[in-house]
């Protein structure tokens, strides 16, 4: 079964059945490519290597790799299939540390598992599940980004961080989603995208998703938005999450906290839209958060091209964590909640 792509301009990824189909976001914007995925372990491979990167997207992407897993296994005795699939469960889990809803993903597929022994039952349990979730995220992104888009004022500046679109997702996106949506409610709203080193998703990959949408979008070196929110052209700073502690603190791309603290000092919103799946009530708050170091050669130069000098020590951490107390408002798909705090974000769970 495959997924019809009418609703949803990029397919990020594509199910094939036998086989999973993945936009490789490392060749945007020069050229739209996929790469496919029969196994669990080159799912893992394609998590690892950012060909899907994206918390909600690794998500789905790790649930398929699952899917995979039970059908390469499926003709196997069962005590055999069950640790074949252990392993496959183990070597996702290891693919990012940071983005919750991988673990989030893959503890639904482990329910699915649980419930099915039968090899054969299990791999078309476990593919309708993995497919359930995709579609569910789609549902989610447009939830809240019509819920968003209220907040969202005619003729808005919107800045983002990295890529939160179609790409980041299943479909529609998460903060791009909330501009794909006031767009869509006929607000004229232009997007200023930082470029979002080291991986320069923002340059590569947001700004090319909003020129496929005709939406306006302006590119800037991560180091111009305090210029430009100090000379008033910036109205919101619009960002995602790769991890959303209990009490409200945001685990998303480095630069964000940057961002939170120039909002609040030139009182301007800063808003983080994200799906129930990225918050982490088990943990506390955004100190326990884990935060992925990825390698040097990222900062130390790009696609082969190389600017610092060799045997540089370098510190590369790929998130960072806002209190939530910078955060004016969380955007989800069960509504928006204002100053976030433990007790709110309960609620949401409870609804």
Request: aromatic letters at 6%; proline letters at 5%.
């Amino acid at each position: 079964m495959s997924v019809s792509s009418e609703a949803i301009p990029v397919e990020t990824l594509r199910w094939r059945g036998a086989r999973l189909e993945l936009i490789d976001q490392r060749a945007l914007p020069a050229r739209l490519e996929y790469v496919s995925c029969t196994s669990a372990t080159e799912v893992a491979d394609a998590i690892r290597s950012m060909v899907v990167r994206g918390a909600p997207a690794i998500g789905c992407a790790a649930a398929f790799g699952i899917a995979l897993e039970a059908r390469r296994q499926q003709d196997r005795p069962s005590r055999e299939f069950e640790t074949a699939m252990e392993a496959a469960f183990k070597t996702l889990a290891a693919s990012r540390p940071t983005a919750v809803n991988l673990f989030w993903a893959l503890e639904r597929m482990r329910v699915v598992l649980a419930a099915n022994h039968d090899p054969k039952s299990a791999a078309a349990k476990l593919a309708g599940a993995a497919l359930a979730l995709f579609v569910a995220d789609v549902e989610a992104n447009r939830a809240m980004g019509r819920a968003g888009a209220a907040l969202v004022p005619d003729g808005a500046r919107v800045l983002t961080h990295c890529n939160t679109g179609a790409l980041a997702t299943a479909g529609h996106g998460t903060a791009l989603g909330v501009i794909r949506s006031a767009r869509d409610q006929g607000k004229r709203v232009s997007v200023i995208a930082s470029e979002t080193r080291p991986y320069l998703q923002g340059a590569r990959l947001t700004a090319w998703e909003m020129i496929q949408e005709k939406i306006p979008v302006t590119l800037i070196t991560d180091n111009a938005a305090g210029h430009l929110v100090s000379l008033g052209k910036v109205d919101v700073v619009l960002v995602g999450a790769d991890r959303i502690a209990a009490n409200g603190d945001v685990a998303n791309k480095i630069g964000t906290y940057t961002l939170a603290v120039l909002a609040r000092r030139h009182r301007i919103p800063f808003y983080v839209a994200a799906p129930l799946s990225s918050i982490d009530i088990s943990v506390r708050d955004g100190s326990a958060i884990p935060i992925e170091e990825r390698g040097a050669s990222e900062v130390t130069g790009y696609a082969g091209v190389y600017w610092a000098p060799e045997g540089v020590a370098v510190a590369n951490p790929a998130f960072d964590i806002t209190p939530a107390a910078l955060v004016s408002a969380l955007l989800t798909e069960k509504g928006v909640v204002k100053q976030p705090n433990t007790a709110k974000i309960r609620r949401l769970f409870k609804r």
